[in-house]
């Protein structure tokens, strides 16, 4: 079983940066296409960004132009580069592969972004 590894959250202003990283314990980055999600107090856990294995890149609406989604294969870790964060960015930001409206691999543990105003 591929293990997920997420790091990189943190307490951040509201205009500031953070970036995410994922790291899995096998290479699979240059398999499957991964993505990022989210999950915010009372909330459901939500997809933000996906990269392909083409490296193609597709965004939630809320994060388009603030939030980049990239890919080290080498490494085994996936990316998420988050700028001009809002308040509403606020919550625990996972990585998996998605499958339609499920995912393959099992949840690591997240990592909190928490924005303040």
């Known amino acids: 079983q591929v293990r997920l590894v997420e790091s990189g959250g943190g307490l951040v202003q509201a205009g500031g940066s953070l970036r995410l990283s994922c790291a899995a314990s096998r290479s699979i980055f240059s398999i499957y296409t991964m993505g990022w999600y989210r999950q915010a107090p009372g909330k459901q856990r939500e997809l933000v960004a996906t990269?392909?294995?083409?490296?193609?890149?597709a965004y939630e609406d809320s994060v388009k132009g603030r939030f980049t989604i990239s890919r080290d294969n080498a490494k085994n870790t996936v990316y998420l580069q988050m700028n001009s964060l809002k308040p509403d960015d606020t919550a625990v930001y996972y990585c998996n592969v998605p499958r339609g409206t499920t995912v393959l691999l099992s949840w690591g543990q997240g990592t909190q972004v928490t924005v303040s105003s």
């Open positions: 990269i392909a294995v083409t490296s193609s890149t």
